[in-house]
T-cell receptor, first 113, second 114 residues
Framework: EADIYQTPRYLVIGTGKKITLECSQTMGHDKMYWYQQDPGMELHLIHY???????EKGDLSSESTVSRIRTEHFPLTLESARPSHTSQYLC????????????FGEGSWLTVV | GENVEQHPSTLSVQEGDSAVIKCTYSDSASNYFPWYKQELGKGPQLIID?????GEKKDQRIAVTLNKTAKHFSLHITETQPEDSAVYFC?????????????FGTGTKLQVIP
C-alpha cells in the first residue's frame, strides 16, 4: 500500500479562479507524475518530475503548471480555470528501487462552472 | 512512440465465470507490463505486473500472460466476484531518454453480475 495523498478530493470552482491541487507522498519517491483522466477514459500524462527542481511536460498538453520544491510535494496549479479543465487529476509516484511500480493517489475531481 | 490497445472496452460476466482482458503493444523494447484496477471515484491500484523475461504470473484468482513475439499480454480473472467490478487498465513501460515512459491502454469496464 502506497502513501500518496491528494487534496482536495472534490472541488467545484468558478471560471477564472486560480486553483492548486496538492499531492504529497511520504515514501521519499523521487519520480512523481500528474495524469488527467476524463470519466471512464484513458489516463493522459500531463506533467512529471525526476526529483527536486525537475519538472517536465507530459504527452498531453495542459495549461496547468507544476513545481517540485520538496521531494514529497508535487502541486499542480491552474492560474485561470476554465470549464474545459473539468476532469479528474491523478497524482502518482515511483521509487527508484521499486522496479517500475507506479503508485497512484485517490485523485482530485475538478469541476469548473 | 509506444501504442497500447486494449480490448474489450466493456465486459459483463456472471459471477463465478472467468474474465479475460487483452492488450497489444507496438514497441518491442517495452519490458514491464502492469495492470491497474480503478474503482469508481478512486485512483488506479496496481493489481499485478509482469516483466518481459517472464511468460506468466499468477496471484490467487488473477493471472497475467505475456507473449513477447506477438507483443500482447492478457489479464485473466477466475471465479469472478461482484467486487471485481471496476475499470481495468493495462500499461506498457519502456526506458526512453533516461525516463521510464508508461503508456496506458484505454481501459476495460468489467461488470460482474451476481
Amino acid at each position: 500500500e502506497a502513501d500518496i495523498y491528494q487534496t482536495p478530493r472534490y472541488l467545484v470552482i468558478g471560471t477564472g479562479k486560480k486553483i492548486t491541487l496538492e499531492c504529497s507522498q511520504t515514501m521519499g519517491h523521487d519520480k512523481m507524475y500528474w495524469y488527467q483522466q476524463d470519466p471512464g477514459m484513458e489516463l493522459h500524462l500531463i506533467h512529471y518530475s525526476y526529483g527536486v527542481n525537475s519538472t517536465e511536460k507530459g504527452d498531453l498538453s495542459s495549461e496547468s503548471t507544476v513545481s517540485r520544491i520538496r521531494t514529497e510535494h508535487f502541486p499542480l496549479t491552474l492560474e485561470s480555470a476554465r470549464p474545459s479543465h473539468t476532469s479528474q487529476y491523478l497524482c502518482a509516484s515511483r521509487a527508484p528501487d521499486s522496479g517500475n511500480t507506479i503508485y497512484f493517489g485517490e485523485g482530485s475531481w475538478l469541476t469548473v462552472v | 512512440g509506444e501504442n497500447v490497445e486494449q480490448h474489450p472496452s466493456t465486459l459483463s460476466v456472471q459471477e463465478g465465470d472467468s474474465a479475460v482482458i487483452k492488450c497489444t503493444y507496438s514497441d518491442s523494447a517495452s519490458n514491464y507490463f502492469p495492470w491497474y484496477k480503478q474503482e469508481l471515484g478512486k485512483g488506479p491500484q496496481l493489481i499485478i505486473d509482469i516483466r518481459s523475461n517472464v511468460g506468466e504470473k499468477k496471484d490467487q484468482r488473477i493471472a497475467v500472460t505475456l507473449n513477447k513475439t506477438a507483443k500482447h499480454f492478457s489479464l485473466h480473472i477466475t471465479e469472478t466476484q461482484p467486487e471485481d467490478s471496476a475499470v481495468y487498465f493495462c500499461a506498457a513501460s519502456i526506458w526512453s531518454g533516461g525516463y521510464q515512459k508508461v503508456t496506458f491502454g484505454t481501459g476495460t469496464k468489467l461488470q460482474v453480475i451476481p
